[in-house]
């Protein structure tokens, strides 16, 4: 048996003494099997994590060369950072004679191993993955890696799998953009974040919490909540500002956030930034469209896809030996704008 146990057709023949035309059409679900035969080699190949390559089977139908295809798991099509990143991905593999194929995992776990499953049936060539909100469990990132498939998170990493990945510098990006807030007067700074079980909350949470530390002001725990987009933003604030003692600015985890934020601060009759200054974190095209521009942490996300894709490649082609894990940071850049003082 194959030592990688990524074990072929002619490898479930040789153990069941049958043709490969036999387990072909088994696995296919041909009539012209008989039910325990069929039976017999399905189960073979689920035990040993065998999925036909239909991929390659169309293409073997074709007129069409076999391509070179990464699959790429995006958490949500909506946001501009992931499809910046994205972009970068698709450039490099493009580039270098490799196509993608794009999930996304609507920020569900089952939905994440689902696609995991499709791309190795699929027989993608790599994966290049940041992980769902909710994902806790990692054993179909692990399933991948043991199957000989190459891994790199970008973004969101899984820090439960020793692979490479590919992250901006959320540290000192919240660092910088909370010094930028108190260096212009403010004194009572709000964290609106993700779920603290992904790196990227906690990276950018101590950034900010190192920030108020060095600069002699107290975190207030009422003001350092779970909201990571517009929608709970529009909901929360109001009860923030409606404290006598209320923030006199917020440091957002994204851009969304941030402008959930604005509309509803501007909507309660605070002035934008004389009265609330507001900072958040991506630099997408929404925050040049909102009355005043946003000021905020820019993730560069094209560098990042491209980092990935050149990682990946580099684990596919064996010029990065398979037992090396790359961790690259990509450097962040504060923009300010006109919702900072």
């Not at 689902?114 to 290049?128: Q, T, W």
């Not at 930034?273 to 009355?291: E, L, V």
């Amino acid at each position: 048996m194959n030592e990688n146990n990524n074990i072929t057709m002619k490898d479930i023949a040789r153990e069941l003494g049958v043709s490969v035309a036999t387990v072909s059409r088994a696995l296919k679900d041909s009539p012209r099997i008989s039910a325990a035969q069929k039976e017999r080699i399905q189960t073979f190949a689920r035990e040993h994590n065998f999925f036909p390559n239909m991929l390659g089977e169309a293409l073997r139908h074709s007129k069409v060369q076999p391509m070179k295809v990464i699959g790429v798991i995006v958490p949500e099509f909506v946001h501009y950072y992931f499809m910046s990143v994205l972009s970068g991905i698709e450039e490099e593999a493009r580039a270098r004679g490799y196509r993608v194929m794009v999930a996304q995992s609507n920020e569900r776990y089952d939905k994440e191993v689902a696609i995991c499953e499709d791309f190795y049936k699929n027989k993608v060539c790599g994966i290049i993955v940041s992980q769902a909100k909710d994902t806790k469990q990692y054993a179909h990132f692990e399933k991948l890696m043991n199957n000989g498939v190459p891994l790199v998170f970008y973004d969101r990493i899984c820090t439960g799998v020793n692979c490479s990945r590919v992250v901006v510098d959320d540290y000192m990006g919240a660092f910088t953009a909370v010094t930028h807030l108190v260096d212009t007067g403010c004194k009572k700074i709000a964290f609106y974040g993700s779920p603290m079980n992904m790196e990227i909350s906690k990276n950018r949470y101590n950034g900010y919490h190192d920030a108020l530390v060095k600069h002699g002001l107290t975190e207030n725990p009422d003001w350092v909540r779970i909201c990571d987009n517009r929608a709970q933003a529009e909901v929360l604030t109001p009860e923030i500002l409606r404290e006598e003692n209320h923030p006199d600015a917020f440091f957002a985890i994204n851009d969304d956030t941030a402008i959930g934020i604005l509309y509803t601060a501007k909507r309660m009759g605070f002035d934008v930034p004389n009265d609330i200054s507001i900072c958040g974190f991506t630099n997408g095209d929404r925050a040049k469209a909102c009355d005043p521009m946003l000021t905020t942490v820019e993730q560069r996300g094209v560098a990042v896809g491209e980092e990935a894709a050149n990682i990946l490649i580099g684990l596919v082609e064996g010029s990065t030996p398979t037992h090396d894990v790359e961790k690259r940071v990509v450097r962040t850049r504060l923009v300010v704008r006109g919702t900072t003082r």
